[in-house]
């Protein structure tokens, strides 16, 4: 699949499970995704400045009835540990986290930041399933979101390479 029909895959999925607000970081590697989310007339797209500040927006529009999520790449995930654990798990407000994988198993990049992307999810009790397969993204996003409402906690889906359509096309350069 390529890298704007995995995004288009992915944003059906977003919709489909109910997100109304997103919160988004720049990124190279997301930008497509990115992209698809900012022309979606069903999710109101919130740019960040810094990670840690989307968690604080999703957070206060939970409050008021939206359904959220946040893209972030895996070190703006780790930048935003205190936000997280000061307001989502204090506060038990349940959250998805689309965080790129950089480091996964074959990324000839960040591989010490994706060597400690799980460790860090497991030692916050936050729950994490790797996305591969853009063909999977409707449903792992639906039961994410199932679980993050009714655990009250952040879920993460760990975006690969491969699930935004980017490892086939790194492949034909």
Known sequence: MNPLAAAQTIVGGLRSAGINLVATLPD??????????????DIIHVPLCR?????GICAGA????????AIMQNGGFFNSNNAIVSTLLQYQIPLLL???YA??????TFST????????????????????????????????????????????????????GRRAQLKSL
């Open 28 to 41: 190279i590697n997301l930008e497509t995704l990115l992209h698809e989310v900012e022309n979606d007339r």
């Open 51 to 55: 990670e840690e500040e989307g968690i």
């Open 62 to 69: 939970y409050l008021v009835g939206k359904k959220c999520a």
């Open 98 to 100: 689309l965080i790129y």
């Open 103 to 108: 480091g996964d198993i074959g990324d000839r």
């Open 113 to 164: 930041t994706g060597s400690l992307t799980e460790p860090v999810l497991q030692a916050l009790g936050i729950r994490a399933y790797i996305m591969r397969d853009p063909d999977d993204a409707q449903e792992l996003i639906r039961r994410a979101q199932i679980l993050t409402e009714d655990s009250k906690r952040p879920v993460a889906l760990l975006l690969t390479k491969e699930a935004l």
